[in-house]
């Protein structure tokens, strides 16, 4: 997906197309279910008091437009919130471009698997990088850093549901104490935490124990290597968020929460 909604069919404000006209204005929906996502997560820090202010709303923006994006950002902002955009795919990145989007003074993340061969333009655009879930990633990572002359922040990711179709270091410290110390070796690379991907079932119990084991292998890792600077645990989507922010999550990324169904 590159920039707007082509102005010849726009959508309108059930997602349906209609007449020639303008676009439908899509802060309304978008409104109603920020608010609605929000008050689950400020539930959900509730019951385990914490400051649901400090957890970092990321906003997924697989297959969203320009418009969408800016609209969600002026929304979280109003409602005073730390606010992050996360791109899955290498080839969506020139869509940030758009003027709607460049300046805004909004982190931009990369969170989607990454091959090695896309590497300079995940550099270039994205400030932290969430996927790094295997050694020639970060090597890839490290040379294109150096030959632009920029430090980005990492996020080692981990299997911690152990399917095979996700990414990710295993879950132990003795697979992850490699990587981490490698990475805090980098003088362009810094690993400022851990990110997963939930177990993907409808079972909670196995949900929050993927999530809960990230927390732990975080904790873990911070004290064997004394790493303190090991902040960050990116986990929770849309659908297990609250489980997430139960077990610790300081970054959720979410997209059909507050964007809606994705386009087919």
């Not at 007449?19 to 978008?30: E, M, Y």
């Not at 019951?47 to 906003?59: H, N, P, Q, T």
Request: charged fraction near 30%; charge should be negative.
């Amino acid at each position: 997906m590159t920039s707007s909604a082509d102005d010849t069919i726009p959508m309108s404000s059930d997602g349906s197309t209609g007449p020639a006209g303008p676009a439908a204005d899509p802060r309304p929906q978008l409104a109603a279910r920020l608010d609605e996502v929000l008050a689950r997560l400020d539930a959900a820090a509730e019951r385990v008091g914490r400051d649901s202010r400090e957890i970092a709303v990321l906003l997924a923006t697989k297959t969203r437009t320009p418009e969408e994006i800016a609209a969600a950002v002026e929304l979280l902002r109003a409602r005073d919130r730390r606010i992050a955009v996360g791109e899955n795919r290498a080839q969506e990145i020139a869509k940030h471009a758009d003027p709607l989007l460049v300046d805004n003074g909004v982190p931009r993340h990369f969170i989607g698997r990454l091959q090695t061969n896309k590497a300079r333009d995940v550099v270039a655009f994205a400030e932290m990088i969430q996927s790094v879930d295997r050694e020639g990633i970060a090597d890839a990572l490290e040379r294109r850093a150096e030959a632009a002359g920029v430090r980005r922040d990492v996020l080692v990711q981990v299997n911690t549901s152990g399917e095979e179709s996700k990414g990710g270091f295993a879950p132990t410290v003795e697979e992850l104490a490699p990587i981490v110390e490698r990475l805090r070796g980098s003088e362009v690379l810094r690993p400022v935490g851990l990110m997963t991907i939930g177990a993907n079932t409808s079972d909670a119990t196995a949900v929050r124990a993927s999530l809960r084991r990230l927390r732990e292998l975080r904790d873990a890792l911070r004290e064997q290597l004394g790493a303190p600077e090991l902040t960050e645990l990116s986990m929770g989507m849309s659908g297990d968020l609250e489980i997430a922010v139960e077990e610790g999550a300081s970054i959720v990324r979410l997209g059909s929460a507050v964007f809606g169904a994705r386009p087919s």
